[in-house]
């Protein structure tokens, strides 16, 4: 990614300015009840699933796994020739990184939706990604703007958001209606996509009109109690993993700042938010303490955690992930 330049160097003082940096002032009460398990039992397939990771040792790091996780980092990001097939598909570059375009090749609507993967921000698109992009796309006819944003370690979060913020800034100089514009991400990407609409924010940008996380990450420093209580049920996540992770992706920044843990910023002044999760995902013990803090706040989430199921749970095939699907073609299509 090319550093230089006037944009950059205003992004980068912006992101590094004092009164932006990490916990907000206000009082939060972080007592409250989460009581909105969709499923209060996970399905067969789900269970399969899991079975499968726990027996291949995915939380301790599989040489499988870790293999394609590996090739994703040295092999350019783009969607499967299938996709070609089915959709108007360009591609644009900015700050030396690819931002696909996926639209429906015949009716397309008013709707735009940028999608952050997930990846412990360092690994690309897999193809489960691609798949919820179709998904999306096909059901809601929308433009769906799937930037390969840079991984980590190389690049840091600084350099993530530098990208984020001038694809929405371009969508609202070609007028297009930001209550039109939803942000969804998953894991890294969720905890990206809440971090997005506070520094849209603090840039004086509109707000989208929803900002969707899916199994998201946001707090890399895994200081929550509640997360080793869970562990134990997680048959993906590995805490050192992410604490590392996170502090690579931080780079420079506190790892308490909101650009890496957007829990510690300010959650006031956002778009409509909307968190799908399972109860076999370590993160869940911070999903429900984002969903307190914003309900004290009296803020309004759309919260719902779905019983058993693990860590990007709606992107595999399952009849969870349908539900969850459906559901938010539904909010967006409203």
Known sequence: ????????????????????????SLERNEECEVNMKIRQEKSWVTQLIENTMIRANVKEGNPLYRFINEMTRTTPARPPQSMFLKFDIQVDELFGRNVWNI??????????????HGGSYKYNFMPPHWTFISHISDYLKA????PDYPLA????ATDVFALLLNIYSKLIKEEIDPENISIIGDSAGGG??????????????????QLIMLSPCVDVTMSNPEIKVIDKDDPI???????????EYAGHLDTKHYLVSPIYGDLTGLAPMSLYVGTHDLLVADCRKLYCMVTNLGIEMNYYEYEGLF?????YPTPEAKEIREKIIADLAE
């Open 1 to 24: 990614m090319r550093k230089n330049g006037t944009f950059f160097g205003i992004i980068s003082f912006m992101i590094a300015f004092p009164l932006l940096i990490s916990a907000q």
């Open 103 to 116: 639209e429906p090749r015949t009716e397309l609507s008013d709707k735009v939706v940028i999608y952050l």
């Open 143 to 146: 433009r769906v703007i799937a």
């Open 153 to 156: 370690p190389e690049y840091h």
């Open 192 to 209: 990206m996509t809440l971090a997005l609409g506070q520094f849209i924010r603090e840039m004086g940008l509109p707000q989208p009109e």
């Open 237 to 247: 996540l590995n805490i050192d993993s992410i604490k590392v992770a996170g502090k």
């Open 311 to 315: 860590h990007v749970g709606m992107l």
